[in-house]
């Protein structure tokens, strides 16, 4: 088992890159904060890291390239994914708030909601990181010890 791909590290991973991409929804929605007729998304965050991590998906596939060798999603699946096989936001993810107000001009986006999610999710992001850091920091200790 290597060190770096331990189940509490791709799971800590694939959570930064959700929080990430989350990151990514959010900004456009305040972006279009005063746009006629938009509509704000979220990123249904279990469901994508669950995808990320390997978990049951609920998609389907029609070649053995979309699946890796252990029958999860591969990268030939995220290829479809929003923002191309990097990005990792499957268009399923995304969710139209059902808490929205809309305005006259037909926009939802509540500035001040938008901008606690904001927060909130840079703060998940910030704990995520804290918690790697400080695996690293074991790891470190390790090995310096070892190799006294």
């Not at 979220?42 to 469901?47: A, I, K, P, R, S």
């Not at 609920?58 to 979309?66: K, N, Q, R």
């Not at 999603?73 to 059902?98: C, K, N, W």
């Amino acid at each position: 088992m290597s060190l770096t791909s331990d189940n509490i590290n791709l799971t800590l991973k694939a959570a930064l890159d959700v929080r990430y991409q989350r990151q990514e929804v959010l900004a456009n929605n305040v972006a279009n904060a005063d746009t006629p007729g938009f509509r704000p998304e979220d990123l249904e965050f279990d469901g994508v890291l669950q995808r990320e991590i390997g978990g049951p998906s609920p998609l389907g596939h029609t070649d053995g390239a979309h699946l890796d060798e252990t029958g999860h999603l591969g990268m030939g699946a995220r290829a479809s994914f929003v923002g191309g096989a990097d990005a990792g936001v499957a268009q399923q993810d995304l969710r139209e708030r059902p808490d929205r107000l809309d305005t006259l001009d037909g926009n939802g986006v509540d500035m001040d909601r938008e901008m606690a999610r904001v927060a909130d999710n840079a703060m998940q992001y910030k704990a995520a990181m804290e918690v790697m850091r400080r695996r690293v920091g074991i790891l470190k200790l390790a090995i310096t010890d070892m190799s006294r």
